[in-house]
């Protein structure tokens, strides 16, 4: 059980390290500002509340509509009192959604490459979560690191549907298709592509029944 355990540390141990080194990264400026800068944050903020039952018209009277996706994730800490631990939770969240965000980036390119060159693939993937647009978007409350979690799991679902043909990788990929929709409407694209390819890849299987139902509920989304 030991040689098991020190096996997987030593197979993981670049990914634990790159984790924690995001994590230390993404969490030095969450103290810097603790009030929406943007628009878009006060959108987002309003769907939290109405879904706790606060109207925010007054706030939303003179912008768009904001869907309700990342809203959800928003309504959970409207009922802190403060402001200031409302907003660095919001941080936080973001920077645990990184933190996901890259463990799925490793497993993506571990499943294309056939878990080959583990310690390169760990390399570049931190290298990406890198980039300046995930680090400062990390310190705002738009729904920017959400839907690249959700763009990302979606990806992930599709390779696991392809390569082991289960179910509930389908059905997983059908709910994440649903929450990309939700949170925004520039994910319409994406969506489309995936629930196409997840719709040929299940006309391709060979049990019929999943095959149909699969069909049966991507058409349905469509028409929708």
């Known amino acids: 059980m030991t040689d098991k355990i020190k096996k997987y540390i030593d197979e993981k141990k670049y990914t634990m390290f790159f984790s924690l080194l995001l994590i230390v990264i993404n969490c030095i400026g969450i103290q810097r500002r603790y009030l929406p800068w943007f628009t878009d944050e006060f959108g987002y903020w309003a769907s939290?509340?109405?879904?706790?039952?606060?109207?925010?018209?007054?706030?939303?009277s003179y912008s768009g509509y904001y869907g309700f996706g990342?809203?959800?994730?928003?309504?959970?800490?409207?009922?802190?009192?403060?402001?200031?631990?409302?907003?660095?939770?919001?941080?936080?969240?973001?920077?645990?959604?990184?933190?996901?965000?890259?463990?799925?980036?490793?497993?993506?390119?571990?499943?294309?490459?056939?878990?080959?060159?583990?310690k390169l693939i760990a390399v570049i993937c931190v290298v990406s979560m890198l980039y300046p647009y995930i680090i400062v978007y990390t310190h705002t409350t738009q729904a920017e690191i959400f839907i690249t979690f959700l763009y990302v799991w979606s990806i992930y679902l599709l390779l696991q549907y392809y390569k082991n043909k289960r179910c509930k990788y389908a059905m997983l990929l059908l709910v994440c298709s649903f929450m990309m929709f939700s949170v925004h409407l520039r994910t319409l694209v994406a969506i489309i592509s995936l629930?196409?390819?997840?719709?040929?890849?299940?006309?391709?299987?060979?049990?019929r029944k999943i095959s149909i139902t699969i069909v049966s509920i991507v058409i349905i989304l469509f028409l929708v």
């Open 48 to 60: 939290g509340a109405l879904l706790r039952g606060y109207n925010w018209n007054n706030v939303m």
């Open 70 to 118: 990342y809203g959800i994730i928003l309504s959970l800490l409207i009922s802190i009192p403060s402001i200031k631990i409302r907003y660095y939770c919001a941080e936080i969240i973001n920077v645990i959604l990184i933190v996901f965000i890259y463990l799925l980036l490793n497993s993506i390119f571990n499943i294309i490459t056939e878990n080959k060159r583990k």
């Open 195 to 207: 629930l196409l390819t997840l719709a040929y890849i299940a006309f391709s299987e060979k049990n």
